[in-house]
């Protein structure tokens, strides 16, 4: 570990955390005087990056049951390996902690890969095909639903547009008799056809609600388009055809999205997957999933702010119970939209919409409320907020939250999910007041290309994901996908946030990107640190939670354009191998 990495780590952990993390595994990799028993699982001959301070690299790791037994090199690592220990040879590759996605959303995840994945059209007619050929694949009356489309991604603007979105008459002519919902890639605006905006009860008539937004063509008819708060119409709509179904038809579509949100993570080589907002049924889908054996991942899940209630809190309020695979102590909260549909809260009018500063999701009062009942229940708040104005808010809301509640407020932890656009005055408040930023490097490099569009090239210079000055500052910065808005995929995050490589092939703000070493740190120790679990995980070391990703290489060192092709060979949970990639012998 170099010097920015240990100066990083002590910023996260604090001396008395990182003192008790070294006394723990003193020794580590040394105790000639032990006389060990086989390990269940052992890995050897790989390059180990334990992100941890007393024993920074490695070649090999022995697991007892579910925890680190020892770390070492290969001149000790044989008297760990008895008749029934499985072993790896990692043959040289990279191993490091387990990967923890910082800020996704699970059943979203699972949900969309039961729908129409959206996120590689180039085209709005593109996307009209597709709907076309799912109509003629199902009885008519059923939905149809996708996720991905994003407008400023396509070749070409649609024609017509409002504001540069799609307007629905191409649409509901290929598909008049089935209602179709697809959510924008951010999920803060949808598009609906004819069919669905009458299923809805929504017409010429029908006003924008707080919050969101019906947007109409300068004649006054729909668009088909709806922004923020607007979507909750379509979605009620959605839900009472998905209640239709039986019980059973019901509880068997979640239960296959966990299986596919699982699996889509594993392969990935995550091992923690934080939830970025469930409700409390939900929750409770989790458990029976985790209880029958159909999760390897474990799941850290916010309760969504809808649902925070003092009793609501204390009856799903768990820490690592289930063999350490669910842990809910957290609320997500809103308050804001997205840069991409222009709902992100500005302090000043978007550059290609100068009437408009964007919207206010959720009332701050109601913040406010949640963050003094997160602070008296020991939860932690997990709030939205991706326009400069937006951060402003939800941090004044957590310096009078914590100045009324001092003592509840030591090692809070409370974040802000997403962190896009920052005020250089507002960068400064998160280290005196201990918010984590809870960040997305993929969102940089997706998003790049067109921020300057929204809120102008000096701003954008300024303000937009600004990883280097966080950081500098000594602020616990977090990384993620936010999956299903881009693939759940750790490496396009990472390399988002150490290169700044768009997809049209110009570096976006290189003055505030992460080093490579950061970037892993964002992924393992300081992922767990923004959930209260750094004593558990985030690092390779001995009684830890066994939980390491194998690399096919190795991230730290490799040519930057060699970073993307970059895979999980082995995915291991709890001292279980429970991914390796096509090819790969599970033991050798």
Not at 576 to 581: D, E, N, P
């Amino acid at each position: 570990m170099n010097t920015d990495m240990r100066k990083l780590t002590r910023r996260m952990l604090g001396c008395s955390l990182t003192a008790l993390l070294v006394a723990v595994v003193a020794g580590c990799g040394n105790d000639a005087d032990r006389a060990p028993s086989p390990a269940d699982l052992v890995l050897r001959n790989g390059n180990v990056v334990t992100m941890g301070e007393a024993q920074p690299r490695a070649t090999a790791v022995a697991m007892t049951g579910d925890r680190i037994s020892w770390v070492g090199d290969e001149s000790g690592i044989e008297s760990w390996i008895g008749p029934d220990t499985e072993v790896l040879d990692l043959e040289g590759r990279l191993a490091v902690p387990g990967l923890i996605e910082g800020h996704a959303h699970f059943l979203g995840l699972g949900r969309s890969r039961l729908g129409l994945d959206l996120m590689d059209t180039r085209s709005w007619d593109e996307v009209i095909a597709r709907v076309e050929e799912a109509s003629r694949e199902v009885p008519p009356g059923t939905w149809i639903v996708g996720r991905g489309w994003h407008q400023s991604k396509w070749d070409l603007p649609p024609e017509p547009s409002v504001r540069g979105f799609p307007v629905h008459d191409a649409m509901s002519a290929v598909s008049p008799d089935h209602p179709v919902l697809l959510s924008h890639a951010s999920g803060h605006a949808s598009f609906a056809n004819a069919r669905a905006m009458a299923e809805a009860g929504v017409g010429p008539e029908t006003a924008s609600p707080n919050g969101g937004e019906i947007l109409r063509l300068p004649d006054g008819r729909l668009s088909g388009v709806f922004v923020e708060n607007a979507e909750l119409m379509l979605d009620s709509a959605y839900s009472r055809w998905l209640e239709s179904m039986t019980e059973q038809q019901q509880i068997a579509r979640t239960r296959r999205a966990i299986q596919l949100a699982n699996r889509e993570s594993i392969r990935f080589g995550i091992t923690t997957f934080q939830d970025a907002g469930a409700s409390p049924a939900t929750i409770e889908v989790y458990r029976t999933a985790i209880s029958e054996g159909d999760l390897d991942v474990r799941l850290w899940v916010m309760l969504s702010e809808a649902h925070a209630t003092p009793d609501t809190l204390d009856a799903v309020r768990v820490v690592d119970a289930l063999d350490h695979r669910l842990t809910v102590r957290a609320i997500k909260a809103y308050a804001d939209g997205a840069l991409g549909t222009r709902s992100a809260w500005l302090l000043e009018p978007y550059e290609d919409e100068p009437g408009s500063v964007g919207h206010n999701t959720v009332p701050m009062e109601r913040i406010r409320e949640v963050a003094d009942l997160a602070l008296a229940h020991g939860f932690q708040l997990c709030t939205h907020a991706i326009g400069d104005r937006a951060n402003r808010e939800v941090l004044d809301v957590y310096e009078a939250a914590f100045a009324a509640n001092p003592a509840a407020a030591v090692d809070a932890r409370f974040r802000i999910e997403h962190a896009q656009i920052l005020h250089p005055d507002d960068v400064k408040r998160f280290a005196p007041l201990g918010v984590i930023a809870a960040m997305q490097g993929i969102h940089s490099i997706s998003d790049g290309p067109w921020t300057p569009d929204r809120i102008g090239a000096e701003r954008t210079r300024i303000r937009a994901f600004p990883f280097r000055d966080l950081l500098d500052d000594g602020v616990v910065v977090m990384n993620g996908t936010d999956a299903p808005v881009e693939s759940v995929d750790p490496i396009g995050s990472y390399y988002g946030a150490i290169t700044g490589l768009t997809v049209d092939g110009e570096v976006f703000n290189p003055q505030h990107l992460m080093t490579r070493e950061e970037g892993l740190a964002s992924y393992t120790i300081a992922a767990a640190y923004g959930a209260h679990a750094e004593a558990d995980r985030g690092s390779i070391e001995t009684g830890k939670l066994a939980d390491v990703t194998v690399l096919s290489r190795d991230i730290l060192t490799v040519p930057e354009p060699e970073i993307q092709g970059t895979y999980a060979v082995y995915t291991i949970i709890g001292g279980k191998v429970v991914w390796q990639a096509a090819g790969e012998s599970a033991s050798r």
